[in-house]
């Protein structure tokens, strides 16, 4: 018999009602609506509000995602959570998903590659299916980024709109310290369900390539609050803005604008495709420059990408299942279609992978 297919079901997104533009940001940091947008393509995000974790949004999307594909929670016997910003530091998400879904006790995977999660969990989910472990997948990607922003209650105030004097400016110059990372950020969730299939009709998860290399894992890293610290946080490490995450820009840019593009490549001439072959490219939603230059590199026209960054910046393990979700709903990956979707995180881990929806 041949091997089975994971094919895709239905899909379903999570995004918090708090739009958070770029001018709310500038009346905490020094940054402008004009430099964001420029830098990254961003224009707004999404934050949930206090208290709303990963789970509660990948919970939501997983839902949503059910309901799209006309499943029943007890029809999914696999779960498959992405993300880096857990509700607690054990456990994972993944069966507090689980149980907030409604989903019978089934295995509950928690898998954590940064931005590239998503990539790395829809290769967990052609496994788990091809090998026949599972029938039916749902594969989460949930982040919810405000809980590691350093913000004091008056920033919160003033981002919120609650509070209309400026904010105190110990607390602007805290906040400067890391504006190059905190505009760039927001909440969400997305999910994917699939089906294992043995229908002769070329549909599912064809193929990926995966890559990870921890020699560059000190350019994106949160270098406190871990079992590298004993106790693993304190007061000291949030007082040195160790708990924020440190990002060097500029390298993760280059990384991503030619491992993206070249991963895409090889796993596309490894199953015989040729660009032309692909009728879309999701990539991962870290900066709208590093998309238009893969894409670039690529050679693909406008119609063969999407991006929706514009309008929630980068949300880590959910931009793939929300921009492949948008992109859908837009008419752009109808059945039959092949995509590609592809990411690049911290760690370094990055990929791609093939489907024919
Ligand atoms: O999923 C993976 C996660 N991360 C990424 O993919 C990040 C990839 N990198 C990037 O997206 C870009 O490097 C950034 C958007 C983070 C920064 O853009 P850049 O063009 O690389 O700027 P830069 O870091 O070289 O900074 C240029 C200037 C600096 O000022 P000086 O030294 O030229 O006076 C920064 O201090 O921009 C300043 N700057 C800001 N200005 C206004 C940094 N952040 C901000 C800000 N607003 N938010």
Redesign the pocket.
Known sequence: MSRPRAVFAGSGVALPPRVVANEA?ARV????DE??VE??GIRERRYVEKGVASSDLGAEAARAALADAGMAPDEVDYLVCATMTPDHYFPGAGTLIQQKAGLPPVPALDIRQ??AGYAYGLQMVEALIGSGIARAVLLVGCDVHTSLMPFSEATWAAIEGRRGEPIPETDREWNNRF??????FGDAAGALVFRASTADDGRGILASRLCGDGAHEGI?TVPGAGSARRPWVDAAQIAAGETVPV?E??Q??KL?VTRMPEVTLALLAAQGFGRDDLDLLVM?Q??L??NEAAQKQLGLPDEKVFNNIERYG?T?SA?LPLAFHEARAAGRAPEGSLVALT????GLHWGAVLMRV
């Open positions: 940001l940091m020094d940054t402008s430099w964001i830098r990254s940064q931005c504006r190059h990372l905190l505009v760039l994106l990002m820009g500029r993760v840019f991503a991962h870290a900066n420059r590093i980068n880590t931009t990411a690049l995180g911290a």
